[in-house]
């Protein structure tokens, strides 16, 4: 049985799909990256799963600003997109607080589901871009990078 999840942040578009007898954090050696157009996909057809990131810039500040991969471990970025997603789902159920333009959909980060090393590392850089671009602080400490 498939299990879909579709987020979208902003100009960000996540859909995750996964099998329960699947374990999506041992496919990294399998994932295709493309990047153009200011748009980042991650995709591995066997597991199921994809992210789009769509937003202008996001494309050029990921390869001159953001950390290599492997810079951080994965339970790093696990912990820290757990924190943002939580935060920013936060922020979208108060609109009159914080601006919905910014906040549209909230996220279905589950952080039971083993995305993989790729895809927490783009969720991460994407809400480092998101809170230095836009001068949001969604939780702790934001490299300025």
Avoid at 4 to 11: E, K
Avoid at 96 to 105: C, I
Wanted: hydrophobic fraction near 35%; glycine fraction near 2%; include cysteine.
């Amino acid at each position: 049985m498939k299990k879909c999840i579709s987020i979208l942040i902003a100009l960000l578009t996540i859909v995750a799909c996964s099998t329960a007898s699947k374990n999506i954090a041992s496919s990294d050696s399998a994932t295709s990256i493309k990047k153009g157009n200011d748009t980042v996909r991650i995709a591995n057809d066997s597991l199921e799963y994809e992210v789009i990131i769509i937003d202008n810039g996001f494309t050029n500040w990921l390869a001159s600003r953001a950390y290599p991969r492997n810079y951080h471990s994965l339970s790093y970025l696990e912990n820290k997109n757990n924190l943002y997603v939580t935060e920013w789902n936060n922020r979208v159920l108060q609109p009159q607080r914080y601006n919905p333009n910014l906040y549209e959909m909230s996220i279905d980060y589950r952080p039971d589901i083993h995305y993989g090393y790729e895809v927490n590392y783009l969720i991460y850089n994407y809400m480092i871009y998101f809170q230095n671009t836009y001068k949001q602080k969604l939780w702790g400490y934001v490299p300025s990078r």
